[in-house]
């Protein structure tokens, strides 16, 4: 099937450890983005990706750093310096302007 | 500012109700799509609806461009259809890169 997969669902971080989401999606789309959830609110951007080897900051990019090695996989790495992780982490992939969802992974710091 | 708000916040209704949500936009947003995130935080595609109507069984949507607004219709209203319903568009010549409404928190009763 294609679509995007998202790993793990439920992540538990100790502080000042860093963390790695992963994000992967057969559909062949150019474009890859991370979106951060905080309870009640709406998505907000935090990388976003337009090809393999190039990506740019969205709005709320500080703690976090991603990779684009492959054009099917895009990871994005909580760090240590992100100050409140605790949130509902979605990725998508697009190739034209309209986006499709992975199931999100729930990352929260015990 | 880039704005995308959402009306109304929460909404409940009993089973077989219609109902209407509605997306107010500014100035620079474009390509607006419309998302169902369900009670396991995934978010699926109702509509990808720059302008126009579409209709998808009980759901339709219109978006009047000009106008900077765009609604969601729901008929028949089931329980099945609870959940947060989001807008969102890109803007300037972004693809893919989505600024979200906070969401309309929809509760159908049985």
């Keep these: 099937d294609g679509g995007i997969t998202q790993s793990p669902k439920y992540l538990f971080r100790k502080e000042g450890q860093n963390v790695t989401l992963s994000c992967e999606q057969n559909l062949n789309h150019d474009a890859m983005y991370w979106y951060r959830q905080d309870p009640g609110q709406g998505l907000r951007l935090i990388y976003y990706s337009q090809i393999v080897n190039d990506f740019q900051k969205g709005d709320i990019a500080e703690g976090y750093s991603v990779s684009r090695e492959k054009k099917e996989s895009f990871p994005l790495t909580v760090t240590s310096a992100q100050k409140n992780p605790t949130a509902f982490y979605l990725c998508a992939s697009s190739r034209g302007p309209e986006a499709f969802f992975g199931q999100g992974t729930r990352l929260t710091v015990v | ?110």
Excluded at chain 2, 30 to 44: T, Y
Excluded at chain 2, 55 to 68: C, D, I, K, M, P
Excluded at chain 2, 77 to 87: I, L, N
């Design chain 2, 1 to 110: 500012g880039i704005q995308v708000e959402q009306s109304p916040p929460d909404l409940i209704l009993q089973e077989g109700a219609n109902s209407t949500l509605r997306c107010n936009f500014s100035d620079s947003v474009n390509n607006l799509q419309w998302f169902h995130q369900n009670p396991w935080g995934q978010l699926i595609n109702l509509f990808y609806i720059p302008s126009g109507t579409k209709q998808n069984g009980r759901l339709s949507a219109t978006t009047v461009a000009t106008e900077r607004y765009s609604l969601l219709y729901i008929s028949s209203s089931q329980t099945t259809d609870s959940g947060v319903y989001f807008c969102a568009g890109n803007y300037g010549g972004s693809q893919g890169n989505l600024i979200f409404g906070k969401g309309t928190k929809l509760s159908v009763k049985p």
